[in-house]
Nanobody, 131 residues
Framework: QLQLVESGGGLVQPGGSLRLSCAAS????????IAWFRQAPGKEREGVSC????????YYADSVKGRFTISRDSAKNTMYLQMNNLKPEDTAVYYC????????????????????????WGQGTQVTVSS
């Protein structure tokens, strides 16, 4: 059974940092697009960052470029999102998601567009940025 479990959320002051983790079980993250999404109260869920397990290519929403870094530890079957210089507008529930594709080009498209129909989702972890 495919399962994704997020951890690492919490309360942090503006300008602070957090590292989110997403542990995968039941499958190995080979040839997957693995992404972080977030949903703030009253807003639609949006893609934040994505990594292609085929070649390690990374993708970021404009709102987080230069502040967030996505990475993957293959040995631990875990994905991370390092978030620096956090802002109040980063407050949201953060979800990790994964979707398999057969070709690198398909993984690229998944990561560029980060559609909401990723097949596997975690339960989410709350990130609150407030003084």
């Amino acid at each position: 059974q495919l399962q994704l479990v997020e951890s690492g959320g919490g309360l942090v002051q503006p300008g602070g940092s957090l590292r989110l983790s997403c542990a995968a079980s039941g499958f190995t993250l080979d040839y997957y697009a693995i992404a972080w999404f977030r949903q703030a109260p009253g807003k639609e869920r949006e893609g934040v960052s994505c990594i292609s397990s085929a070649d390690g290519s990374t993708y970021y929403a404009d709102s987080v470029k230069g502040r967030f870094t996505i990475s993957r530890d293959s040995a631990k079957n875990t994905m991370y999102l390092q978030m620096n210089n956090l802002k109040p507008e980063d407050t949201a529930v953060y979800y990790c998601a994964a979707k398999r594709a057969e070709q690198k080009s398909a993984l690229h498209r998944l990561c560029v567009y980060m559609p909401l129909d990723f097949g596997s989702w975690g339960q989410g972890t709350q990130v609150t940025v407030s003084s």
